[in-house]
């Protein structure tokens, strides 16, 4: 196992398309939800507990060797917005292309071939992960992560904030990132042994409803 590959999965700098997507903050500041570094706090820990915790889920469990075609169709059954289960794909169409090329394994090549439209991007991050050598509970540190870091950097974009602020918040969710990656990491665990109902399924609904408006959108800074 290589902690570099974790920290390259990690990197908002991987070629995986995350920077073009802003998790949903960029309808939250044009709806006044999201307008100084303490409404963007609170934003990213309702979405760090709810659509973070069930990615985080699908990543480890994909991680821990579950079949990802299953776990493609359990994503979708958690995510009701058609917007955000054609940017789930998008995102992890391209990821898998990023992970192909940097982490070869034959379960990245065999989920290409079975869904060339692109799966989920957690699924596709589990099985990247697993490639590296990486742990479930690896997985769903960066999956947890990134549904926090993508948003807090696109609203330093979008409102002009002091990125010391943002890394700020994000070191302050710390703990509780810690704490949704266990989580993640146990359900996953479970998933195993008594089938994927065990993972996480918690929902964002005014996430879901957000999403359909932003994708209707004909201006707009970030793809989502």
Do not use: K
């Amino acid at each position: 196992m290589s902690r570099a590959a974790l920290l390259l999965l990690a990197d908002g700098r991987f070629p995986a398309g995350g920077h073009a997507h802003s998790g949903g903050v960029e309808a939250a500041v044009a709806h006044g939800a999201v307008h100084d570094t303490d409404s963007l706090e609170a934003f990213c820990r309702g979405r760090l507990h709810t659509t973070g915790l069930t990615t985080a889920g699908l990543a480890a469990a994909a991680a821990a060797g579950c079949d990802p075609l299953l776990l493609d169709d359990a994503a979708d059954a958690r995510t009701p917005s058609s917007a955000l289960r054609a940017v789930a794909r998008r995102l992890g169409r391209q990821m898998l292309r990023a992970a192909r090329a940097t982490f070869p394994s034959t379960e990245l090549e065999n989920l290409a071939a079975a869904r060339p439209q692109g799966a989920h991007q957690p699924i596709v991050l589990g099985l990247a992960a697993h490639a590296a050598g990486l742990t479930p509970l690896d997985a769903a540190y960066v999956a947890a992560y990134e549904n926090i870091g993508g948003p807090a950097t696109a609203a330093v974009r979008l409102l002009s904030l002091d990125p010391l602020d943002a890394s700020g918040l994000l070191a302050r969710l710390g703990p509780e990132t810690d704490d949704v990656a266990r989580a993640a990491a146990a359900a996953a665990t479970r998933a195993m042994t008594d089938g994927l109902n065990a993972l996480p399924s918690a929902s964002s609904p005014l996430l879901d409803i957000t999403g359909e408006q932003h994708a209707a959108w004909t201006a707009r800074l970030f793809a989502s």
